[in-house]
């Protein structure tokens, strides 16, 4: 479970710092524009590409993670995720070496990606296959908790580079910093799971039978139903977290004017009820079934999103950080079982490959879209109506339990 925790929890600090960066600096040291919109719109435009990236990492890590084990992939998403997040801290800018910044910032980015594809699906599968009968939800939501981990890391040391730095100092160099620790991280992360063994289904999968040659050309000949339903049902989560993250934190800090510094706590206040929502989805999918629990969750994100928009268009502290704290707690209620649900849908043989790619291509529906869409909407009818996209979001995953249920009963 401390494997699970500590390397997820690096992984996604790597990952969250980006996001973090976007929604500050990266538009005018990357993307210059007469237009603050346009710039914003393109710094999330790089931070989608990592979402795109992912779905490839997950069939090329989830290839060796099902052939050869989970520890030995597991090792080589963080080292590939550690070595893309350090190298952006030694980015060239715009102003200094012109397009190729954006370029060389948006392969690295692609890096990121690509490494994090490997790590969600490798991370569940070591939490769940360790776990005894019964308690494979709550063994599951500590790769989970690694989400909250990291971006309290990551914010918070955001937080403090920004009482501590003036403006024109944290654009011009102290933005570098974040990137920079994730060396110590990723070392710390990377002795931990050297430390590991095997778990024991794969192990014993592999006294059965051979691995499976092409891991991805079987889950899509015998579970192609599976990973359509997995995707779906990851959308909600996705689209409730990029939304009151990355997004919350570029509208309060632009369009409503808060200092960086005071949004920034805002949200690590609010991140607390996500990790509390996971928790308590973590336990509740033991005592009942996970399916159960996200079918709640669904429905709370469909409400939640009727109520995000006029929340954030408030501008009142109080009314934004009890949107964002609601909507993280719902967020807990569809994320928190995925650990133990998600896996349950493959064999061992197609585990790691049919975990990964569900989740991360549900990742580009509800994650790399997610600000993108919810800036047009905004920019279109006003911040009231940004939640759309969350109600929409939580309707699609509805419809991926739906579809599980008609496997469970035979009809798909």
């Known amino acids: ?40 719109m393109l710094s999330f435009m790089s931070f989608g590409l990592a979402f795109f990236a ?13 052939r050869i084990g989970r520890k ?37 980015r692609f890096g990121q990606g690509f490494g994090l594809g490997g790590e ?44 501590w730095l003036s403006d024109a100092d944290f654009a011009a160099w102290g933005w570098r910093i974040p990137f920079l620790v994730s060396a110590v991280l990723v070392g710390l992360g990377l002795w931990v799971r050297l430390k590991i063994g095997e778990t024991p289904a794969f192990s014993e999968a592999l006294e059965r039978d051979a691995p499976v040659g092409v891991p991805i050309g079987e889950l899509l000949r015998g579970h192609f139903v599976a990973t359509l339903a997995g995707t779906f049902a990851v959308v909600a989560c996705f689209a409730i977290f990029y939304l009151a ?14 200092p960086k510094e005071e949004f920034l706590l805002i949200q690590l206040g609010a991140i607390l009820f996500m990790a509390g929502g996971i928790i308590f989805a973590g336990y509740a999918s033991d005592a009942s079934s996970a399916q159960r629990v996200l079918r709640w969750g669904c429905g709370a994100t469909m409400l939640v999103g009727l109520l995000f928009g006029p929340a954030l ?27 133990s649900w998600l896996t349950g849908l493959f064999p061992v043989r197609v585990r790691y490959t049919g975990a ?3 989740f991360n291509v549900g990742g580009i529906l509800g994650g790399a879209a997610a600000p993108i869409a919810a800036q047009a909407l905004g920019d279109w009818r006003g911040t009231e109506v940004v939640g759309l996209y969350l109600a929409l979001a939580g309707l699609v995953s ?5 579809l599980v249920t008609k496997i469970e009963r035979g009809d798909a």
Do not use: K
């Open 313 to 339: 268009a408030s501008g009142s502290w109080l009314t934004i950080f009890a949107g964002l704290a609601t909507s993280l707690f719902v967020m807990g209620l569809v994320y928190g079982p995925l650990g």
């Open 398 to 402: 509805f419809c991926g339990l739906a």
């Open 356 to 358: 990964s790619v569900a």
């Open 120 to 163: 969600w699906g490798g991370a569940a599968l070591l939490a769940v296959e360790n776990a005894p009968p019964g308690w494979q939800s709550r063994f599951g939501m500590f790769p989970q908790l690694g989400a909250p981990v990291g971006f309290i890391a990551a914010n918070g040391l955001f937080l403090l580079l920004g009482l």
């Open 245 to 258: 993250t990355s997004f919350a934190l570029a509208h309060g800090t632009t369009t409503l004017g808060y």
């Open 72 to 108: 030995s992939t597991l090792v080589a998403s963080l080292m590939l995720m550690g070595a893309s997040t350090l190298l952006i801290a030694f980015l060239p800018t715009y102003a200094m070496v012109g397009w190729v910044a954006p370029l060389l910032l948006c392969i690295l």
């Open 54 to 66: 992912r779905p490839v990492g997950a069939v090329v890590f989830g290839h060796f993670g099902d």
């Open 1 to 40: 479970m401390t494997a699970s925790l500590v390397g997820t929890a690096v992984e996604f600090y790597d990952f969250y710092i980006y996001g973090t960066a976007a929604a500050l600096v990266f538009g005018p040291l990357f993307f210059p524009s007469e237009s603050p919109s346009a710039q914003l």
